[in-house]
């Protein structure tokens, strides 16, 4: 399968109480992951994370999908046309 490079962007709510459970989905997909960037907003209880990966798009899904199944989860991704 072809991978591409691509960005998952992810919204967190209640980051004291989802932030574990995001980081451990993170951690079992690091092998996708070339780079990370979060930016918490402590005042909102908020943070977000961008994330840039390497990914075929069936790879790319099972993150996503799983990111978006956790309550208080935002998740937006793009992959690169060309491979």
């Not at 932030?19 to 930016?39: H, K």
């Amino acid at each position: 399968m072809e991978k591409r490079l691509g960005f998952v962007g992810v919204i967190i709510h209640n980051r004291k109480k989802t932030a574990p459970v995001v980081n451990n989905i993170l951690t079992e997909f690091g092998d996708l992951i070339l780079g990370r960037m979060g930016i918490p907003h402590i005042k909102k209880e908020l943070s977000v994370i961008i994330i840039i990966v390497n990914a075929s798009t069936d790879e790319l899904g099972a993150l996503t999908g799983k990111l978006g199944k956790v309550a208080g989860v935002s998740v937006k991704s793009a992959l690169s046309k060309i491979e």
